[in-house]
């Protein structure tokens, strides 16, 4: 085998994995696709929550950094459902 084939070969082979892997992506279900972004956005909730609530029993601050990390942590699960929902127009 010559080094052309050899390379035209590996060229086809990773255009099949492509095609594979773009069909794969477009089979994506909508159910999943509103938990996904359902789950990140509880996720982003949750963890700035407990910081809050940590970083209130630390300090002896009771509602002042839950009510903070709530508000940052609803801004970030708003970011990432809205970055989720920007991919998938994209395709």
Same mark, same amino acid.
């Given at each position: 085998m010559e080094l052309k084939e050899i390379k035209s !070969?590996? =060229? !086809?082979? =990773?255009?099949?994995?492509? &095609?594979? %892997? &773009? %069909?794969?992506? !477009?089979? #994506?279900?909508?159910? /999943?696709?509103?938990? !996904?972004? /359902?789950?990140?956005? #509880?996720?982003? #909730?949750f963890v700035a929550s407990f910081i809050g609530i940590y970083i209130d029993k630390w300090l002896e601050t009771t509602p002042l950094f839950i009510l903070i990390f709530f508000v940052v942590g609803s801004a970030a699960g708003i970011l990432n459902v809205v970055r989720s929902s920007k991919m998938i127009n994209k395709d």
């Open positions: !070969k590996i =060229k !086809k082979m =990773k255009s099949d994995i492509n &095609e594979k %892997n &773009e %069909n794969d992506q !477009k089979r #994506v279900s909508p159910l /999943g696709v509103a938990m !996904k972004m /359902g789950t990140e956005f #509880v996720a982003a #909730v």
